[in-house]
């Protein structure tokens, strides 16, 4: 089968960044699913994984957790699913990524792909859909209880990247107000676009900036950028007993004890745990796919694709990688259609 992947860490804009080779094709086992591998999406982890590897490969690395694609074969043990099965997925950590033509993944987290969207719109969602999610729902533990949530605010630092701009419209749909960061005229307008109904700059005083709005606290916050630039920020505006999740490393020690009079709370999200430990919760994320999926269909939730690249070629996800490692991206970029 086709496939794309690397040997080693290159500047993207050098061609042996990603490469183009052959691979034999798996066999599905057990709770596994052999899918066809229609379109992928790219993220931050692929830039992050690829700039890890110090050495030199023996064979290439196939990364890649985003993708949308039909079931062509199943393991003795699924039971969720058929062959001929439209599904999309972020796929495990610790195995094999979606740049390849044919990719196993668990079923358990996996979920029906959305009827009413293209195969790119579609592969934009996994990964950010699951982190927003599981991030509000599971860590912060909020509900859908509109009524309930109505003057609850929650700060979302970088609402127009990928996971942002899912977990702007969740949050909104959920009954909060919601506050987001942003710096560019087509940033605020997109997060605006997506539920928010404050922005502020993150390259200024959020602390200031979020004051400025007529908050002394806010009740959650949701850090997807910079975690150690803004500790201070967050521990400052989070409300007594309210609660912080990050999805990004720190590099050097937070002082948790600035949350501590507060009674405040801080947890990490990070979207491939269940798979990785294999948690007797891990069939939650086919569940949570397939509300996503739902809420898709219905136009509850809009697809965060901006940019879609074909064919499936090397060149076309270095340039993929290119627009998400800028920094600069808005949403979410897609290659799709194996030549």
Known sequence: MKAIGFKQHLDIKNPSSLIDF??????????????????VSVNPVDIGVR?????????????????????????????????????????SFIRSGSDSEYQLVDERIVGNAPKNLTDDEIAAMPLTSLTAYEG?????????NKSKNKGKTILIINGTGGVGSVATQLANLAGFTVISTASRSESIKWTKDHGAKYVVNHRHDLVKEVRNLGFKYVDYIFELNDLDGHWKEMCELIRPEGHIVSITENRRPINLR??????????????????YYHTQDMISQHNILNKISTM?????????????LSPLTSRNLRKAHE??????????VTVSNWQ
């Open 22 to 39: 052959e691979t034999k094709r798996p066999k599905p086992n057990g709770h596994d699913l052999l899918v066809r591998v229609k379109s």
């Open 51 to 91: 700039k890890n590897e110090k050495g030199i490969l023996k064979q290439p690395k196939i990364i890649g957790w985003d993708a949308y694609g039909v079931v062509e074969e199943i393991g003795p043990q699924v039971t969720l699913f058929s062959s001929g099965d439209r599904v999309f997925y972020a796929g």
């Open 136 to 144: 509000l729902f599971e860590q912060m533990k909020l509900t859908f």
């Open 258 to 275: 600035l949350l501590t009079k507060k009674k405040a709370h801080f947890s990490w999200e990070w979207m491939y745990s269940k798979s």
């Open 296 to 308: 898709l269909d219905l136009g509850e939730l809009q697809s965060t694709l901006t940019k879609s």
């Open 323 to 332: 627009l998400v490692e800028s920094g600069h991206m808005i949403g979410k």
